[in-house]
Structure formats: structure tokens, C-alpha cells
């Protein structure tokens, strides 16, 4: 019988020893055994939020599936359902603008904040003027004209798809992007030229004016509380953030963050949407 000295020797010729060795370390550096609530006096984002006296919501997340900051502080209430119209609403929670868009076209807002969709374009800054305006979606063309010659052989085929998206880009100053799995960058468009808005790319919703929002300082360092079972364990930690006195933790992942509208301090989570700070 080997002895447990030959055993260990052994194990260090083999790689075995090397993989244990290796998530020894790997669990020893990273500590991934859960630990209590650093601060269980901080009360939670979600709870904070129900103080009136220092909270006053503008808007939640029910429907939605993102809140965007417009020009002249307007708000774009983008919808997670085709079939719920997206709105544009003031501070003030006046409706300014409620349409349903088709989700295969392009949603676009400009630097101006004038707006496109389904084809038309909305002007800013009350949106009532609008009138059609061209659209171009250079893949559903080119699908489009791949399905009228698919009767052609393979190289007839081909070569006519091909002259049709050369003439199709001509217009707008572009040529076929080749490799465009890895030039995606610099393949990608979507932008209004030639008084026509023109997508290449498969992202169908596009703004370029967005206020911005900034980070919250946190007062200490996130701490693993749990993990979460699933096909692969998640851990869950829970992060410490401070907006001047006042404290609260939420889920890492909830990334909360300030947003400056109508000249008050606002604070904004995916999760919970947008609350004015009183």
C-alpha cells in the first residue's frame, strides 16, 4: 500500500494536482463564501424611495423597457411590448407625444431632437408637424432583392445582388462593407443623408442626444452576500452608495445613477425608474 507521501508525489506529476492546486487559490483569492450585511442600519434603495418627504417619483418602470432624458427635459417613455405605444412626456407628467411605431423600422432621434419613425418625421420641439420622409433599411432591400433572384444560378444570382447594392449605396456615398462581422464599426450607419434616414445595421433604434447620467460615489466596498443557484451559481453583492447625507444599498447590479432635469437633482435605476431628489 502507497503511502500518503507517495500519493501526494504522485498527484504532483499529474495535472489533477495542478487543477486543485489552481481552485484552492482561485477560492482563497476571490472569498466566495457569502458574509452578513457591512451595514444593515443603510436602508435599502427600494425602501428609501417610499420617504415622500425625500423622494417624489416622476416615473416607475411598469411597461417600460427604458427611460430617456430628451432635450428641454422631456422624457421618451420606450415601451417593452410592440404593441404599447412609446410616449414623450414633460417633467410635469403632460403628454406630449403617444404613438405606437412599428419595431422592424427605424426609431430615431437627431441632435436637434427633431424625430423618425414609420416613416415620417416628427419635428421638434412639440412634434405636431410631420410629414413622410424616406427610410431606407439597407439589409431588408437587399433581402428583398435576394428573394427576386433566387430562380437565377448560384453566380448569376449573386452577381446581381451585388451590382443592385452598389447601386443602392451609390447615392449615400458608401460602398459594400466587406467582413463586416469583424469592421462592424465602421460598416455601421445610421444616420439622416441625402434628406433620407438610412440604417445599416441591425440595431433598429437610435438617439443622439442623451442627457447624461453620473456615477454615485460609494462610502464602502460591495460585499458577496449570496449566491443565486442557476445553470451557473451567481453571486449577489450588495453596494454601498451616498448622495450627499444620505446613504442606501441596493443590488450591484442596479448601477443607480444622477440625473440633473429641470435643474433638480434626479435619481435614476433600470429597476425602479426616476425619482427627483426633495
Known amino acids: 500500500m502507497k503511502t500518503i507521501s507517495e500519493i501526494v508525489y504522485a498527484m504532483k506529476k499529474s495535472s489533477l494536482f495542478t487543477v486543485f492546486a489552481f481552485c484552492i487559490t482561485f ?3 476571490c472569498n466566495p463564501f457569502p458574509k452578513d450585511d457591512t451595514h444593515p442600519d443603510v436602508p435599502l434603495l427600494e425602501d428609501l424611495l417610499k420617504d415622500k ?5 416622476i416615473v416607475d418602470m411598469e411597461n417600460l423597457n427604458e427611460i430617456i432624458i430628451l432635450k428641454n427635459d422631456r422624457i421618451l417613455l420606450k415601451p417593452d ?11 410635469k407628467n403632460e403628454l406630449i407625444l403617444e404613438e405606437k411605431y412599428d419595431w422592424n423600422l427605424p426609431f430615431y432621434i437627431d441632435k436637434q431632437g427633431d424625430l423618425y419613425f414609420n416613416r415620417e418625421k416628427y419635428y421638434y420641439p412639440d412634434y405636431k408637424k410631420h410629414e413622410n420622409f ?9 433581402n428583398q432583392k435576394s428573394e427576386e433572384v433566387k430562380n437565377l444560378n448560384d453566380s ?14 451609390k447615392p449615400f456615398d458608401l460602398a459594400p462593407c466587406e467582413y463586416a462581422i469583424v ?4 460598416c455601421d450607419v445610421f444616420e439622416v443623408r441625402n434628406n433620407a434616414l438610412i440604417v445599416r445595421q441591425n440595431e433598429r433604434f437610435k438617439i443622439d442626444f442623451l442627457k447624461p447620467k453620473n456615477d454615485i ?4 466596498d460591495d460585499v458577496l452576500i449570496a449566491w443565486h443557484n442557476g445553470k451557473l451559481p451567481n453571486p449577489v ?10 446613504k442606501f444599498k441596493c443590488d450591484n447590479m442596479s448601477y443607480p445613477k444622477t440625473i440633473l432635469i429641470g435643474g433638480r437633482m434626479h435619481i435614476y435605476t433600470y429597476g425602479l425608474g426616476i425619482y427627483q431628489i426633495l
Open 27 to 29: 477560492m482563497l483569492a
Open 53 to 57: 418627504s425625500k423622494f417624489k417619483r
Open 81 to 91: 411590448n410592440s404593441n404599447l405605444p412609446f410616449k414623450i412626456i414633460s417633467l
Open 134 to 142: 424616406k427610410t431606407i433599411v439597407f439589409q431588408d432591400s437587399l
Open 156 to 169: 448569376l444570382g449573386l452577381k446581381a445582388l451585388k451590382d443592385y447594392e452598389i447601386e443602392l449605396l
Open 183 to 186: 469592421n462592424t464599426e465602421r
Open 217 to 220: 460615489p460609494k462610502f464602502d
Open 237 to 246: 453583492y450588495l453596494a454601498y452608495y451616498q448622495i450627499n447625507n444620505i
